[in-house]
DNA sequence: AGACAAGCCTGTACGC
DNA sequence: TGCGTACAGGCTTGTC
């Protein structure tokens, strides 16, 4: 399930790959992944050049040379592929942006993603559907204290916390149990207990995890649906210290690995290293 | 066969 | 009463 190291992945093989072309169709086969506009909405980017590409959590904005800005979610299993044109259609194809002898293709089992035409920028230049983020997870300034802000008078549970895109955008369910773990906070903890030196912990473990994990290229599990623009899958599941590894012992101390439900959600932790 | 996994939005419930 | 916050439910389908 892409989260911030993964999407920043892809927003860096879209970079590499696509940056510069001209797009000459647009295909819309599966209305649902572009559920806010009517299908043909896309149209409007057949002429257009891809400028750049941005990441503001784990939304991807592509900005073309008409100044349009094409935002895509990915949310549990969307995957944007890059292909020859002639290449077969992999099932669940269902936007195709050509662009000369290649394509750009969203697919998504489950159609949770999403692609859609921004409707105008705020005065940073994002998107104002994007406008209830919270800082980037990897923005500079969610040092300790910023996080020990962000936690304050919340009695909800620290994963819970980091979980919110309003607080903090790009923190998804993996990254969130590894993050804990990193910071030897538990992930069900309230928020507002968690002191200012745990918080200068889970600033550092934020960083440096999601850091590692953009290294590694990303997470790609067994079943959830995460590759590469071009296919390749990641590499941090390797990684994982948590997640996942329930009732496995702790890599630190031993002790098994703890799964328990937390705002609805699975979570694991070591009860011994993370209080 | 059916529960489960996930992110985000919406609607509802609740506490101050 | 009203506001902000918390949480359950819905969406979806491959996997176990």
Redesign the pocket.
Known sequence: ?P?LPEVETVRRGLAREILGREIDAVTVTGA?SVRRHPAEALAVLVGDRFVSIDRY??YLVVRCSGGTDLVA?L??SGQLRVHDSGDPLAPHTHVRIGLGDRELRFVD????GELFIAAGVDASGRPVELGGLGPDALDAGLDGRAVHQLLAR???AVK?VL?D?RAISGI??IYADEICFAARVRPGRAAETVTRPQAGRLSDSIASVLAAAVVAGGSTL??ARYQGVLGESGRFQDHHAVYGRGGEPCPTCGTPIRRVRI????AHYCPRCQR
Do not use: I, W
Not at 109 to 112: E, L, S, V, W
């Open positions: 399930m989260e649902r959590g784990k979610h949310r549990m089992p489950r159609t949770f919340r009695r909800t819970a979980l895109q998804g369910n067994r079943d705002a609805g959600r699975s």
